[in-house]
């Protein structure tokens, strides 16, 4: 290479530059939103909510042709001590709020706390419906409880046929 030391000079430069131009890219590319992803259990569906605007949670439909037993269940992240801090788990993770209709859309269940498995000191803000239905339709609206606790946590969905 001491032969054609332009050539070297040309090639680190070249490296250089491409290296400058990559980590520009990445540094002011727009990242992907995340979004709400739901699979298909043997006994429902689980869902990674993804609420970036309160009061625009993802909604979800279902039909029942005869009474059944409906629960759906939250499981967030955040914790009791970092409710609206703006910090630690309140800078990614939702207070979840659940909203149940009817066809005609009249609110029939909503719940923003009562989940059996929040405890007071690290669970407190998780979500339960459980309700038995008769049969019809319904929309579900899974949502944050205000502008300041908007972020992801998880949904569990058991009985029914639903559409995700």
């Known amino acids: 290479m001491a032969r054609f030391p332009r050539l070297k000079k040309s090639c680190q430069v070249g490296s250089r530059s491409l290296l400058v131009a990559l980590l520009a890219i990445v540094w002011f590319a727009p990242s992907a939103p995340a ?88 669970f407190c803000w998780d979500a339960l419906i459980s309700q038995t239905l008769p049969a019809g339709s319904y929309v579900l609206q899974a949502d944050a409880y205000n502008e300041a606790t908007t972020g992801t946590y998880s949904l569990e969905i058991f009985g029914g046929e639903w559409t995700v």
């Not at 009061?55 to 979800?60: A, D, K």
């Not at 039909?63 to 409710?83: A, G, H, K, N």
């Open 35 to 122: 979004e709400t992803v739901c699979e298909a259990t043997d006994d429902g569906w689980d869902c990674t909510i993804v609420v970036d605007t309160y009061n625009e949670g993802p909604q979800f439909t279902f039909v029942l042709t005869e009474e059944t037993e409906v629960t759906i269940r939250t499981y967030t992240s955040l914790t009791c001590d970092d409710w609206e801090t703006e910090t630690g788990t309140d800078l990614y993770a939702a207070d979840p709020i659940l909203y149940l209709y009817d066809d005609q859309e009249i609110l029939l269940y909503s719940d923003d706390d009562s989940a059996e498995h929040n405890d007071g000191t690290n």
